[in-house]
């Protein structure tokens, strides 16, 4: 089981993407900044957060060497900045000024890729930093992408449920009707797979999207067939759409991250469900391993991001509960539980409560009755002990902070809204940020990418008093 190490609370809005170098972790957010953190202990470096994206960013990825980072967001540019001083080596605006969601670098750091909202994918030079070749994928917006490791073709992944795989000319080999409801991410192992049989090396790639499902496909390249795509298995363990994928360095593990606030870690070779990860309490937006460290992170629309270290020496190794306040203990799995009860040192507990399965919700509910008479612990002193720290935990669990509901959020700014106006696509912004997003002769919507008929703005009071009577429950 992986033991969660540590926990970074630093973004003030929900966290889009997390990305790993070999001795970084870099994080991206609504908020506007992206933050980097060193891998010796998780601190974060001087020049951090990096600031410079007008709107939400929406990823970010390091280039092979880690000396460069990119980062691409709702404002329509991807940025490239130094990750010696922080320093920004160059603004890379779409063609189309299109909202972008996704970057990312070639094995080789040749190229970065970056795709859009409208459908736009541009291959940048990464020593010109010039624009060098451009397309569009056939419907959709462009939401995902992933080299293969060797660098000779990406593939990317749009919102309206399509795989293409381009070469590295920005030539279309192959599109693929992968998920129904559209695809929201994709990764290709960096280790190949080979097929003694017919002499040939298969891609292995993972895809996941709205349908609720993870898919595994080989990918495979041969002179007389061209392109093929095949899918080897579904995996169904989330029960809502499925928002991030991953492999592990050496291809053995694909992680996901769901709506379900859950992260399922599945072996590639069987499809099996290893283990469930359940701490973070709203949706988990991006996983990500360590190249050269049994690290995984995942983010999420908590504001959080969580470290997790494999192959712990001891069950209770790590302090998986450095941050009580911020994970939902109703939502503890039996091993976080094992967890809390050796961080409190009561790691005597631990098979006594496994064996009851004892999860995050049961702990809350236990009581000196069902201690002494289901769990059959006849010492008064411990009983105590224990029911004081089931006490501390129900504290920080009722004191824990209410999340903003979305629809009070605006949409480009991800902050309260105080004055909300409804606008020709039919959302409503803050006053302020659709104006200052129109003035800008951007005349397309910020949520739908389509053209906007008309500038004209609608105060919307019914939202406005919904938004008073939040404040007036939760900020009291």
Known sequence: MPTLIHTLADHSDDVNYCAFSSSCLATCSLDKTIRVYSLNNFTELPYSPLKGH????????????????????????????????????????QPSSSPVRVCRFSPESTYLVSGAADGSVVLWNTQSLKLYRSGNVKDGSLVACAFSPDGHFFVTG???GDLTVWDDKMRCLHNEKAHDLGVTCCDISSQPVSDGERGFSYFQMASCGQDNQLKLWFILFADFLGVELKCKCTLNGHSAPVLACVFSYDGQMVVSGSVDKCVIIYETSTGNALHTLSQHTRYVTTCAFAPNSPLLATGSMDKTVNIWQFDPKHP?????????????VEDWSEDDVSAWLCAQDLADFVGLFKRNNIDGKELL???????????????????SKVLQKIDELRMNTRSAPVPIPDELLCPITRELMKDPVIAADGYSYEKEAIENWISKNRRSSPMTNLPLPSIMLTPNRTLKMAISRWLETHQK
């Not at 920004?88 to 605006?93: D, F, T």
């Not at 209770?316 to 306040?325: D, F, H, P």
Request: overall charge negative; charged content about 15%.
């Open 365 to 383: 509910n236990l009581t000196k009755e069902s201690l002494t008479n289901e769990l059959k612990i006849e010492s008064l002193g411990l009983r």
């Open 316 to 328: 209770c190794a790590g302090n998986a509960v450095e941050n009580e306040s911020k994970v939902a």
């Open 54 to 93: 007008t709107y939400a960013v929406h990823c970010c990825c390091f280039s092979p060497s880690g000396h460069v980072l990119a980062s691409c967001s709702t404002d329509g540019t991807t940025m490239v900045w130094d990750t010696g001083d922080g320093q920004v080596l160059a603004v890379l605006e």
């Open 158 to 160: 749009s919102s309206c």
